[in-house]
């Protein structure tokens, strides 16, 4: 059962576009000036819940279309195919939420695909995932969705693949996340990323902006928090500093998990990766 018409939503998408030009011509007719018709850059800001560029993005699990068939069929390739489309995609758009910049969209085989048009996280994702996998680190694949965007005339828009990580994190791990999103807010992000040679430093550091009472507790975990935050920054020259508690989440064994990358410090001269196009 189609969950999507794309042909209809052309159509719908084509007269919302039209509304506003013609707004603008009865205003310039009115101040008798001529209206000058441009085409809108999408602005890349946080976007709210019903934002309706996020909303176009379900197109991408609608009908097979010139423009979303190239992404269905990444879902269905390894590494970790996500998505079964024509048995479980009617599914999809009830299963999803929304981050600042991006709306996660769950499978039913502990995976995800985040769809964000941060080029930022696009960056670090691709050059995580290239030779050895990071422990402790989610994202599994990236590509950039060009046929997509540009018959959306969406900028920049990229597909992650991730595994599903458990975001019911510890107190510890809460405490120890908010110590050192503390530490970068007061000290800096490049004050952290030179401590990155002097490891027990950065945790003693760190551990001043927890509680006298819960440190010797937090200490830890603060530890293990920057262990795979300073491997992240050896693999790829950025440091990711959006280290608050909805963005880490456990493992079996209570560790940390990283799985949004989306905000990160530029340390040294770090490269580029190359990153797929579909």
């Known amino acids: 059962m189609a969950i999507l018409n794309f042909k209809q939503y052309q159509a719908a998408a084509k007269l919302r576009q039209l509304i506003p030009v013609a707004v603008r011509m009865i205003q310039g007719a009115f101040s008798l000036q001529m209206p000058q018709l441009q085409v809108a850059h999408r602005i ?10 996020r909303e176009e993005w379900n197109m991408l699990f609608a009908d097979p279309h010139p423009s979303n068939q190239s992404f269905q069929e990444w879902t269905k390739r390894s590494p970790a195919a996500i998505f079964n489309f024509g048995t479980e995609g009617d599914d999809i758009l009830t299963q999803y939420e929304n981050g600042g910049r991006n709306r996660v969209y769950f499978s039913i085989n502990q995976k995800v695909v985040k769809i964000a048009d941060d080029k930022n996280e696009a960056i670090i994702v ?3 995932i290239e030779g050895e996998r990071i422990p402790n680190i989610a994202v599994l694949d990236v590509v950039q969705l060009a046929t997509f965007a540009s018959a959306m005339r969406i900028e920049d828009l990229y597909a992650i693949k991730q595994e599903l990580v458990n975001t019911n994190i510890s107190m510890e791990l809460n405490r120890a996340s908010i110590a050192i999103l503390t530490f970068l807010g007061i000290a800096g992000k490049g004050a952290l990323a030179r401590l990155r040679d002097q490891p027990q430093r950065a945790v003693d550091k760190t551990a001043m902006f927890t509680a006298p009472e819960s440190e010797a507790a937090v200490r ?9 935050v300073f491997l992240l920054l050896d693999k790829t020259g950025y440091l990711w500093t959006d280290i608050a508690p909805g963005n880490i989440g456990q493992d079996e064994g209570g560790k940390p998990v990283l799985f949004d990358l989306g905000m990160i410090y ?5 490269r580029l990766p190359q990153i797929p196009s579909i």
Do not use: C, N
């Not at 890349?44 to 560029?53: A, T």
């Open 44 to 53: 890349h800001e946080i976007r709210g819940p019903h934002d309706p560029v």
């Open 126 to 128: 691709g050059l995580a």
């Open 220 to 228: 830890p975990y603060i530890k293990l928090i920057l262990d795979v």
């Open 266 to 270: 530029a340390h040294g001269k770090p």
